[in-house]
T-cell receptor, first 114, second 114 residues
Framework: DTGVSQDPRHKITKRGQNVTFRCDPI?????LYWYRQTLGQGPEFLTY????????KSRLLSDRFSAERPKGSFSTLEIQRTEQGDSAMYLC????????????FGPGTRLTVL | LAKTTQPISMDSYEGQEVNITCSHN???????ITWYQQFPSQGPRFIIQ???TKVTNEVASLFIPADRKSSTLSLPRVSLSDTAVYYC???????????????FGKGTTLSVSS
């Protein structure tokens, strides 16, 4: 148990609907990352927060994707007008407040778009 | 970007030592080499990290030659529960020198049989 939690674990939605996922990082971890993983591929970096500041978002897949971390604790990832190609595992990871590659991942949210 | 290349798959038997080699010819001077393990429907789990020479922890060893253009993850006496995907990766510094995004490849699928 890494301590990073994600909710929900599974989400099934119809094309065109909006979905929101939540990530709770390890307590006192300042940095939070979102990744997407499709079948047979490694995780793909999406965006990153240092406390409440979103410092990197250029790799979000489209303007339908957005993320927030309003109080520097939990984070949400929203996908608007979902498409079948959005079906994937969405992973969250956190690290302490120093530059490190050791990211602690949550269990992920599996999204299925019908 | 430092790209990594590793075998797509490997097979082993219980009790054997497994060595997975990864090449990273364009590794940057300040990049660390990190290995993660991932089971189906779970987030990646940190195994080991190193910069040069040899690093050993309770689960694995990491061998890095002087030129750092490759690395070898060594798993002693594998068991069935070591069946997983193993990712070799180097970090990519994000803007503002404030964090590191992990660039995952497809990983090596290790299958351990009895």
């Amino acid at each position: 148990d890494t301590g990073v939690s994600q909710d929900p674990r599974h989400k099934i939605t119809k094309r065109g609907q909006n979905v929101t996922f939540r990530c709770d990082p390890i307590s006192e971890h300042n940095r939070l990352y979102w990744y997407r993983q499709t079948l047979g591929q490694g995780p793909e970096f999406l965006t990153y927060f240092q406390n409440e500041a979103q410092l990197e978002k250029s790799r979000l897949l489209s303007d339908r994707f957005s993320a927030e971390r309003p109080k520097g604790s939990f984070s949400t990832l929203e996908i608007q007008r979902t498409e079948q190609g959005d079906s994937a595992m969405y992973l969250c990871a956190s690290t302490p407040g120093v530059s490190t590659d050791t990211q602690y991942f949550g269990p992920g949210t599996r999204l299925t778009v019908l | 970007l430092a790209k990594t290349t590793q075998p797509i798959s490997m097979d082993s038997y219980e009790g054997q030592e497994v060595n997975i080699t990864c090449s990273h010819n364009n590794i940057a001077t300040n990049d660390y080499i990190t290995w993660y393990q991932q089971f189906p429907s779970q987030g990646p789990r940190f195994i080991i990290q190193g910069y040069k020479t040899k690093v050993t922890n309770e689960v694995a060893s990491l061998f890095i030659p002087a030129d750092r253009k490759s690395s070898t993850l060594s798993l002693p006496r594998v068991s069935l529960s070591d069946t997983a995907v193993y990712y070799c990766l180097v970090g990519v510094s994000l803007a503002n020198q404030a964090g590191t995004a992990l660039i995952f490849g497809k990983g090596t699928t290790l299958s351990v049989s009895s």
